[in-house]
């Protein structure tokens, strides 16, 4: 079935309303105010959600592999996390991530 393009530019408006209303409430509505301490605990912890939703895709189903999942970029995000967790050193994890990839891609083929 396809999608006439009123309906794809009626679809896009829509949805750039709708996140331009979501930004809006929390800048233009709740940004002169002083928010609770319990949201503010809660938004503490946004980041920690968002990244790892952005990348958990990436590594279970890359792209590079056709969306096959790739036992190189599983030990990868594998030795990024627990020498995060051991080390508490961000730059570390990534170094510790990025040379385990490149060695087993280069030790696999």
């Given at each position: 079935?396809?999608?006439?393009a009123?309906t794809i530019?009626?679809?896009?408006?829509?949805?750039?309303?709708?996140?331009?209303?979501?930004?809006?409430?929390?800048?233009?509505?709740?940004?002169?105010?002083?928010?609770?301490?319990?949201?503010l605990?809660?938004?503490?912890?946004?980041?920690?959600a968002?990244?790892?939703?952005?990348?958990?895709?990436?590594v279970?189903?890359?792209?590079?592999t056709g969306?096959?999942?790739?036992?190189?970029?599983?030990a990868?995000?594998?030795?990024?996390?627990?020498?995060?967790?051991?080390?508490?050193?961000?730059?570390?994890a990534?170094?510790?991530?990025?040379i385990?990839?490149?060695?087993?891609l280069?030790?696999?083929?």
């Amino acid at each position: 079935m396809q999608a006439s393009a009123l309906t794809i530019w009626t679809i896009i408006l829509v949805l750039g309303v709708g996140t331009y209303l979501i930004r809006w409430s929390f800048l233009g509505v709740l940004g002169q105010r002083e928010l609770p301490g319990w949201v503010l605990r809660m938004l503490r912890y946004t980041p920690v959600a968002v990244l790892p939703a952005l990348v958990a895709p990436l590594v279970v189903w890359p792209a590079a592999t056709g969306g096959a999942t790739d036992p190189a970029r599983m030990a990868a995000a594998a030795a990024t996390v627990a020498v995060g967790v051991v080390t508490r050193n961000v730059m570390l994890a990534i170094l510790a991530g990025a040379i385990t990839l490149f060695g087993l891609l280069y030790l696999l083929g």
